[in-house]
């Protein structure tokens, strides 16, 4: 009976040292997992290139200060169909944030408008996502004006909060690689030759 005990005993170890060089294992590889990982990410580079990015931040458009492929999601346009950021996959994405009671978003919406107008929508789109209002609130506001542009719906802010939109209006630019490559808070004058030009450079880019 000592001898069964005692050979217990020395499993019991010899399974306690084997579950610990387990466990010191598996959090060996989560830490290298995590730094590769890491590593990575660093390594993918935003593209744009200096005189790119000079352009961005001389129209107060912040550029990310690391690689940010945009989020993909789901949501009903103005018109009533169901559509995602993935239709848009392939074409430079102008992701705009606004709200029918927000003046400073509808101050911009004719410069987006003439955007859209101007390169669209084959290799560019100006998508425009109304936060926490009702599809037929905006129905309603867009049958007063005569904007061109895709509308999407976003009654219950899961794509708001997806992104982190706490003001508005704000404008994300998706590269057509997916990549978000420029941020802008507040009303710019998306038409002005410059931007136009940039957009258009993207554009080519990806067309060719």
Request: proline share 5%; charged share 25%.
């Amino acid at each position: 009976m000592q001898v069964i005990i005692f050979h217990s005993e020395k499993f019991h170890k010899f399974l306690n040292m084997n579950f610990k060089i387990f466990y010191l294992i598996y959090f060996v590889g989560v830490v290298l997992l995590t730094t590769l990982s890491s590593l990575y990410a660093e390594e993918k580079k935003i593209p744009l290139d200096a005189s790119e990015r000079k352009l961005l931040e001389q129209s107060r458009i912040e550029v990310p200060s690391h690689y940010i492929e945009a989020h993909d999601f789901e949501g009903e346009m103005a018109s009533g169909k169901k559509a995602s950021l993935a239709d848009f996959s392939g074409k430079f994405l102008i992701l705009n944030f606004w709200a029918t009671w927000c003046s400073p978003c509808l101050k911009e919406m004719p410069d987006l408008d003439q955007v859209y107008q101007s390169l669209g929508p084959e290799n560019l789109v100006v998508l425009a996502v109304s936060m926490g209002e009702s599809r037929e609130r905006v129905r309603k506001f867009l049958k007063k004006r005569n904007y061109s542009f895709p509308v999407m719906t976003d009654p219950e802010m899961g794509i708001t909060r997806l992104y982190g939109v706490r003001n508005i209006p704000i404008t994300y630019l998706v590269d057509p690689s997916g990549v978000i490559i420029g941020r802008a808070l507040g009303p710019r004058e998306w038409s002005e030759p410059k931007l136009l030009k940039f957009f258009r450079s993207r554009m080519n880019r990806q067309a060719g």
